[in-house]
């Protein structure tokens, strides 16, 4: 397999694009899983809304975790907003709180943020050689992951970065030296993709409108792509 890949890359002119997922964050920073970040954030038993969203999801099992983080952000939100231990935290980020933005986004963001910073010492330099990789061989990378890593393996300013949908659909991109975190960002915590409302809330349909509404037929390379599991969200009727 190993050498397959190597004929395949060598036998192309173009530059791969990388992607990279979880994995890749939890080796080298040594952070938890999503069911284990949600853990952090429970005012409850994480069990409780984990059954809680097992009921809901029967039909739709794969929807199971985004919908406990909706059940944690409440409870969370309400116990930071009146806990002590969080009172640092709330004088921190008194201009995320104006503009309404979750706490247990911010929370998030900041524990990611600060990861960002401590690669784990056997994986040093294994990280070299990623960083080597990345500043010549690379088109882009789309990477699902919240924190800076990659932005600190690669240099900083190596790659334009893109965080969300918002950047990706409204800014001009290149498709080379480019970074796509397309569920979010520590720098910018209210761009985190983590919970069920997230998937599938009322935003989604609010990007779509705004990208029809400044799409210009000239552009070949501007699309948007949507999708949407039915039973999720059509009522019996029909309507949305």
């Not at 950047?167 to 910018?188: A, M, N, Q, R």
């Amino acid at each position: 397999m190993e050498t397959k890949i190597v004929e395949l890359l060598s036998d192309n002119t173009a530059l791969p694009v990388l992607f990279i997922g979880s994995g890749l964050s939890r080796r080298y920073l040594d952070l938890p899983d999503w069911e284990g970040l949600l853990k952090q954030y429970c005012v409850k038993p994480f069990e409780y809304y984990n059954d809680k969203a097992v009921r809901a999801c029967r039909d739709n099992p794969e929807m199971r975790l985004p919908t406990a983080a909706d059940y944690i952000e409440e409870d969370f939100n309400e116990h930071w907003y009146i806990d002590d231990a969080y009172a640092e935290s709330r004088e921190t980020h008194r201009e995320e709180m104006e503009r309404k933005i979750s706490p247990f986004k911010i929370c998030i963001a900041d524990y990611f943020r600060n990861a960002s910073n401590h690669v784990v010492e056997k994986y040093q330099e294994e990280v070299a050689f990623l960083g080597q990789i990345g500043n010549k061989n690379i088109s882009c990378v789309i990477t699902t992951n919240y924190d800076c890593f990659l932005e600190k393996c690669f240099g900083e300013g190596q790659f334009q970065t893109y965080i969300g949908q918002d950047d990706l659909l409204f800014s001009t991109t290149y498709e080379v030296g480019e970074l796509y975190k397309i569920h979010g960002c520590c720098t910018k915590a209210e761009s985190i993709v983590i919970n069920a409302d997230d998937y599938y809330g009322k935003e989604a349909f609010g990007r779509l409108y705004a990208f029809l509404q400044h799409y210009d037929p000239r552009k070949p390379g501007a699309f948007c792509m949507a999708g949407f599991i039915l039973r999720n969200t059509l009522s019996e009727h029909g309507g949305v």
